[in-house]
């Protein structure tokens, strides 16, 4: 299985980025998909989930009501759309392939894709 994130870039606050990572070697509905950010220095933290069949989603509290993350089965894409920017949301997104159905714990997942820089400037 690879996955090949794309789609950051450099945005004003206030401004819209949608990540996209394409899974290849197993369909998308086999997988839990999440994505995940790392900030310099910091730890590799949770962003968004979405289950195996797309009907259960789950936020980080930083990023609820302004992200949201979706999956399309024909491309098997998974996307992150990130609205209202912040520069605190400045950081590598990564997203990842689960076996579980769901899951929010960076342990739980299997597979990894290569991250997208995303860089908010104020």
Do not use: H
Not at 41 to 51: C, L, N, Q, T, Y
Request: glycine share 10%; with cysteine; net charge positive.
């Amino acid at each position: 299985v690879q996955l090949q994130a794309s789609g950051g870039g450099l945005v004003q606050a206030g401004g819209s980025l949608r990540l996209s990572c394409t899974v290849s070697g197993r369909t998308l509905s086999t997988y839990g998909m999440g994505w995940f950010r790392q900030a310099p220095g910091k730890e590799r933290d949770f962003v968004a989930a979405i289950s195996r069949s797309a009907g259960t989603t789950s936020y980080a509290d930083s990023v609820k009501g302004r992200f949201t993350i979706s999956k399309n089965y024909a491309v098997n894409t998974v996307y992150l759309q990130m609205n209202f920017l912040k520069p605190e949301d400045a950081a590598v997104y990564y997203c990842a392939a689960s076996r579980s159905w769901i899951a929010t714990m960076r342990s739980d997942y299997d597979y990894w894709g290569q991250g997208t820089l995303v860089t908010v400037s104020s």
